[in-house]
């Protein structure tokens, strides 16, 4: 059974509209990081989110922890936000479980 | 500060070679991770170092893989006897030493085993 799971698997928009990324667990957890990855690229860390809303420029994330999801949402998306958005989850032990990912497509 | 530092950034290995990969963890950081990515089975999880000691090595496959952290500054993960399902990326992480801290993540190694 998947821990973490993310929706949509894909998106496309066109520049400008906003996207709303979805992340479920099952784990019991105080730590949500969400990270973006281009192919061939590194992990980016974008937020960590334990609880409550966080906001980074045109990032904003909202956890909660009861209801175990998580939300990513990105304004104004711009071209170069293509990638894949993947949410991580702590465990108690420490390591990271991660989701499927979202891929993100934006068109001019 | 240049990050979690990871080398070599490409290997490549012929089948039954072994393969060393190298991490150096971020200055004053001292839990260190090693994970494993393919396009199949997506990011897993290896092992885990706290202030240089293992913690949880649950995901590390029986044979043929291990890990060590002889110092503060760096860890190596071992594949002795490389087979091609043992092509990834493998990313190596580390995070500050309290629980549920954020994990930074180095540019990974690319392993190719032929």
């Known amino acids: 059974e998947q821990q973490v799971q993310q929706s949509p698997a894909s998106l496309v928009l066109q520049e400008g509209e906003n996207a709303e990324l979805q992340c479920s667990f099952s784990i019991f957890t105080n730590q949500v990081q969400w990270f973006y990855q281009r192919p061939g690229g590194r992990l980016v860390s974008l937020l960590y989110?334990?609880?409550g809303t966080k906001q980074s420029g045109r990032l904003t994330s909202t956890t909660v922890i009861k209801e175990r999801r998580s939300s990513l949402h990105i304004s104004s998306s711009q071209i170069t936000d293509s990638g894949t958005y993947l949410c991580?989850?702590?465990?108690?032990?420490?390591?990271?479980?991660f989701g499927a990912g979202t891929q993100l497509i934006v068109i001019p | 500060n240049a990050g979690v530092i990871q080398t070599p950034r490409h290997k490549v290995t012929g089948k039954g070679q072994e393969a060393t990969l190298w991490c150096e963890p971020i200055s004053g950081h001292s839990a260190v991770f090693w994970y494993r990515q393919t396009i199949v089975q997506g990011l897993e999880f290896l092992t885990y170092?706290?202030?240089?000691?293992?913690?949880?090595d649950s995901g590390m496959p029986k044979e043929r893989f291990s890990a060590q952290m002889p110092n503060q500054s760096h860890s190596t993960l071992k594949i002795q006897s490389t087979q091609p399902q043992d092509s990834a990326v493998y990313l190596c992480?580390?995070?500050?030493?309290?629980?549920?801290?954020?994990?930074?993540f180095g540019p990974g190694t690319r392993l190719t085993v032929l």
């Open positions: 170092f706290r202030n240089q000691a293992p913690i949880d």
């Open positions: 991580a989850v702590g465990s108690a032990l420490g390591r990271l479980h």
């Open positions: 992480a580390s995070s500050l030493d309290h629980g549920y801290a954020e994990q930074f």
């Open positions: 989110n334990p609880s």
